[in-house]
Antibody
Framework: QVQLVESGGGVVQPGGSLRLSCAASGFTFSNYGMHWVRQAPGKGLEWVAFIRYDGSEKYYADSVKGRFTISRDSSKNTMYLQMNSLRAEDTAVYYC???????????????WGQGTMVTVSS | DIVMTQSPDSLALSLGERATINCKSSQSLLYSSNNKNYLAWYQQKPGQPPKLLIYWASTRESGVPDRFSGSGSGTDFTLTIGSLQAEDVAVYYCQQYYITPPVTFGGGTKVEIK
């Protein structure tokens, strides 16, 4: 079945780094754009980043621009989020999600992973 | 950035009642070339990821019960739960995917059973 599985979360000190992974299965990964969305504890949803199906376009929220890098490896059906210079306000559950239908940045998110928790604390 | 404003923040209704959630965008989400509104609704139950319910403002995702319906155009949208069931207890979010980046979400509406 169609599935996204995130990994790589954990506890990190302010200023530290983490790399999240999102393993996709059950669909043709290389045909679809992918997003990262995060949710701070008890808060709403915040879009973080998008990568086009072929990796040729990448977009970031202002809050993470210059610190986070989105990438993908279609040979491994996996998307990544490299997070550097982490701050307390980056503490959240990070979800990977698939762009539906056309797979572009202008499509709703039809499949979500279960999420991975990132805690930035000293 | 397009700002999405949901109302109410929460509502508590009896089983079988109709639930209405509103979402207002700071700019029109209607693309005249294809006459589509770039607006989606998601349901998030406690401890779970969001689930897509409605896209293009009124198209129900496969497998979503028909008691869920979306309406509206331009800047004003509504999610209606026709007859509230116990399993509908959740937070509901609207999302615009018209002017991106960034994709933006409403603040959420918590639906509870009275």
């Amino acid at each position: 079945q169609v599935q996204l599985v995130e990994s790589g979360g954990g506890v990190v000190q302010p200023g530290g780094s983490l790399r999240l992974s999102c393993a996709a299965s059950g669909f043709t990964f290389s045909n679809y754009g992918m997003h990262w969305v995060r949710q701070a504890p008890g808060k709403g949803l915040e879009w973080v980043a998008f990568i086009r199906y072929d990796g040729s376009e990448k977009y970031y929220a202002d809050s993470v621009k210059g610190r986070f890098t989105i990438s993908r490896d279609s040979s491994k059906n996996t998307m990544y989020l490299q997070m550097n210079s982490l701050r307390a306000e980056d503490t959240a559950v990070y979800y990977c999600t698939k762009a539906g239908l056309g797979g572009s940045k202008n499509d709703a998110f039809d499949i979500w992973g279960q999420g991975t928790m990132v805690t930035v604390s000293s | 950035d397009i700002v999405m404003t949901q109302s109410p923040d929460s509502l508590a209704l009896s089983l079988g009642e109709r639930a209405t959630i509103n979402c207002k965008s700071s700019q029109s989400l209607l693309y005249s070339s294809n006459n589509k509104n770039y607006l989606a609704w998601y349901q998030q139950k406690p401890g779970q990821p969001p689930k897509l319910l409605i896209y293009w403002a009124s198209t129900r995702e496969s497998g979503v019960p028909d008691r869920f319906s979306g309406s509206g155009s331009g800047t004003d949208f509504t999610l209606t739960i026709g007859s509230l069931q116990a399993e509908d207890v959740a937070v509901y979010y609207c999302q615009q995917y018209y002017i991106t980046p960034p994709v933006t979400f409403g603040g959420g509406t918590k639906v509870e059973i009275k």
